[in-house]
């Protein structure tokens, strides 16, 4: 089959590789990919979707996967099957459950879906309103729209909610993506990802993650994209899966088709368990990343045909089957990561002990400088080892680190610190 991954990241690289190993004869392309992405297929370089649709009729692609969600709220699903291709994704309608935080809280209130008490709002004095009978801190302000995940402000104090409002809404925290913001109350309780893929009418939910979003050890320091993440999380019971089901995924996806804007695509639900009880703090419509890197190498059927289903409205037609293993993955980052942007450095892999190791790499923020393979800053590669249980697939994740090396490697120590 000919596919076709939109992206650059780990989470890219880890679904082109899983689809790889399930036949030889696929024949993927990463657009743009990165400096790794190139030994599992091709990488080019189109931005104007109308030209990548172009691109694709073409060049007879079968199935497109998109990756990150900024395709996703420009439309590239829309555009692409204006021209008839097959793309698992949801519309440019279906994203605003990412791309703007009040549509997706109204969706959740008007479905009556589990989330913290909130109230939309861009005036001032309404916001100060809400703030003042709140009996509880912290409170939590987030911008509307996509701030590069740093539009969630948890005040310590009602003035500083105050003041956080006052910033989103003159625009001067975040322009445009403040204008409108949400207040609502804080969730006391632990913080996991679940992941469905849907297909507007049914959905196959995966593993419970958990991700590792600050930068130190014991969730210290500023938060990053993710610096590590395993799965499944034992935390999570039958009971809480049974409740997401029921009153989470199914209540979002019949409420999205009377929308008109059925839900195709991962439905990323963050989610806060409180007493036992399935919060929605979020939506976002793509994969986590880590959180990707660690699912992907734990189904046991074809994953190709997961997306393809998925995009073709058919997932009752197939069956997803999970390995009975754990991932966890550990994300290496460059030196200044989050801070700034850190010199280019040659990364050396020690393949042969690599190869007796239980796992694999999944590159993100790498180039390719000739024949020598270079991380170029961010989050460069994800470490990610499997094994029966949560500690065996940490250490092989934790071997498999110290196979790699590259000037300002660092990582986490902790990563699934909360299962063992
Ligand atoms: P979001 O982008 O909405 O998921 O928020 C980013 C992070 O802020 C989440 O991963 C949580 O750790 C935290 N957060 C968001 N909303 C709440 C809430 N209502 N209560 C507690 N923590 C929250
Ligand atoms: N790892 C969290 C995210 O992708 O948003």
């Not at 939309?120 to 100060?128: C, G, I, K, N, V």
């Not at 989103?168 to 949400?182: E, N, P, Q, R, T």
């Not at 450095?345 to 999944?362: F, R, T, V, Y």
Request: glycine share 10%; net charge negative; hydrophobic share 40%.
């Amino acid at each position: 089959m000919n596919i076709l991954i939109l992206g650059s990241g780990g989470r890219e690289y880890s679904i082109g590789l899983a689809i790889s190993k399930e036949d030889e004869k696929h024949n993927i392309t990463f657009c743009p990919g990165n400096g790794a992405t190139n030994l599992i297929g091709n990488n080019i370089n189109i931005t104007d979707y109308n030209k990548l649709a172009i691109w694709a009729k073409d060049n007879k692609i079968d199935l497109t996967i998109v990756g990150p969600e900024a395709p996703l709220v420009d439309g590239v699903v829309d555009i692409f099957k204006e021209y008839d291709l097959t793309i698992f994704g949801p519309s440019a309608a279906a994203a605003q459950l990412e791309g703007s935080k009040v549509y997706m809280k109204n969706i959740l209130k008007k479905y009556n879906i589990p989330t913290a008490a909130f109230i939309e709002t861009s005036s001032q004095l309404q916001a100060d309103d809400f703030i003042d009978a709140q009996n509880t801190l912290p409170i939590v302000v987030k911008a509307d729209g996509l701030c590069a995940g740093k539009g969630v402000i948890i005040a310590t104090s009602k003035d500083q909610a105050k003041q956080t409002v006052d910033e989103m809404l003159s625009g001067k925290a975040f322009g445009d993506a403040g204008k409108k913001v949400i207040v609502e109350e804080f969730l006391d309780g632990y913080e996991l990802s679940m992941f469905a893929i849907c297909d507007g009418r049914d959905f196959v939910l995966l593993p419970a993650a958990q991700d590792h979003k600050r930068v130190g050890d014991g969730d210290t320091g500023p938060n990053t994209g993710g610096m590590g993440a395993y799965a499944p999380t034992p935390l999570v019971n039958d009971e809480i899966y049974t409740k997401v089901k029921e009153k989470i995924i199914k209540p979002t996806l019949k409420g999205m088709q009377e929308e008109n804007a059925p839900y195709e695509g991962v439905l990323f639900i963050g989610l806060m368990i409180v007493d036992n009880e399935p919060i929605v703090l979020e939506y976002n419509v793509r994969f986590g990343d880590p959180e990707c890197e660690e699912l992907m190498p734990l189904i046991d059927s074809s994953v190709y045909d997961m997306f393809y289903y998925g995009a073709k409205g058919e997932l009752d037609k197939i069956d997803v089957k999970i390995k009975d293993k754990v991932a966890v993955g550990v994300v290496c980052a460059s030196k200044n990561y989050p801070y700034s942007s850190s010199a280019p450095a040659e990364i050396k892999i020690d393949k042969e002990k690599l190869s007796k190791l239980n796992g694999h790499i999944s590159y993100a923020g790498v180039s390719r400088n000739k024949d020598k393979l270079m991380a170029t800053g961010g989050r460069v590669l994800v470490c990610v080892g499997m094994g029966d249980d949560v500690r065996s697939a940490r250490d092989e994740a934790y071997k498999i680190v110290e196979c790699v090396s590259f000037e300002g490697k660092k990582y986490r120590k902790d990563i699934a610190y909360q299962a063992i």
